[in-house]
């Protein structure tokens, strides 16, 4: 019996039409589907589930090949809520990482539970925009005040009070830090000062991520560093101070919380804590190259989740 000639060819060429159909639908579902990358060290955020137990992730949209064009050293973007990267670069590379590290002295100023309404001096401090404050020998600020000075503005004189109001030598708080980063598991996190002067206060991005957000558990923490301004009252007058945190209620980014840092070490650094599209999103920006950059770098994560997840 004579094999026409078309089915035999059919016949020889079948597998690799199939290979090649498995092959075409295997791109497909790599198109149209979610590619987000997810590294397990974002579990250190901690994972939450939803109604049906099962861990709630953003879902990829589009598969956009283009970077973005970030200046910082390190950035980072997380979903907080399942711990997966949304966009990182250089996450684990260890910086300097300036006032970022007062929210660990926050953290454990808060441990010592101090006595909010107990009084001490502070003299003078000057604020990020040069604008200087100076206190008569009568005028005390109370610990909840120096509190929300330190974190609000970033001052270094108030920060460094926190050992004097909780009752704490200087090295003695500085090793409470370095305690509190092994007990987060921080293996790359270490504080040589309270204030974050010291270009030996290093970190990673993908560790300040973590910092935050334990911080922004406790609610004197996470008032104090989503408040725009803060007005106080000594026995003399009233005075006010601004957020370091430009972000704030921006006009197109949902930017809740957060915490600033730069010296001629660390450059200029921004940890985050935002919403977009009812999604809770930490940012970290680490060694951006001036004062608005690590603004535009943040911006531009909160711009690459929008338009890349949902």
């Not at 199939?18 to 979610?34: E, G, H, K, P």
Request: some cysteine.
């Amino acid at each position: 019996m004579t094999v026409p000639p078309l089915l035999l060819v059919t016949y020889y060429l079948l597998p690799f039409m199939l290979a090649n159909l498995l092959l075409s639908l295997i791109l497909i579902a790599q198109i149209f589907t979610s590619s987000a990358p997810i590294d397990k060290n974002g579990a250190v955020l901690g994972v939450q589930v939803n109604n049906n137990g099962e861990v709630a992730t953003p879902e990829r949209i589009t598969n956009q090949i283009l970077d973005l064009d970030i200046s910082a050293g390190s950035a980072l973007a997380i979903d907080e809520a399942s711990g997966e990267i949304l966009y990182e670069k250089n996450k684990n590379i260890v910086r300097p990482i300036a006032s970022i590290s007062k929210l660990m002295a926050a953290l454990v100023f808060l441990d010592q539970n101090p006595n909010w309404q107990t009084q001490t001096h502070l003299s003078y401090f000057q604020d990020s925009d040069g604008r200087e404050y100076k206190f008569s020998a009568e005028e005390n600020l109370t610990a909840e005040q120096i509190f929300n000075i330190a974190l609000i503005g970033s001052i270094n004189p108030a920060v460094n009070l926190f050992p004097k109001l909780s009752g704490l030598d200087k090295n003695s708080f500085i090793s409470a830090m370095n305690k509190k980063a092994i007990a987060l598991n921080l293996k790359k996190t270490h504080f040589e000062d309270i204030a974050g002067l010291s270009p030996k206060n290093v970190s990673t991005a993908a560790e300040v991520a973590v910092i935050l957000q334990k911080a922004l558990t406790n609610e004197k923490i996470y008032q104090a560093v989503s408040a725009k301004n803060y007005s106080f009252q000594t026995e003399a007058g009233v005075y006010q101070i601004q957020n370091t945190n430009d972000l704030l209620d921006h006009d197109s980014f949902k930017v809740l919380a957060g915490k600033t840092g730069s010296t001629d070490e660390a450059m200029f650094c921004l940890a985050t804590l935002g919403e977009v599209k009812g999604r809770k999103i930490i940012t970290v920006i680490l060694g951006a190259e001036s004062d608005d950059n690590r603004f535009q770098d943040t911006k531009a994560l909160y711009w690459w989740t929008e338009n890349n997840y949902r």
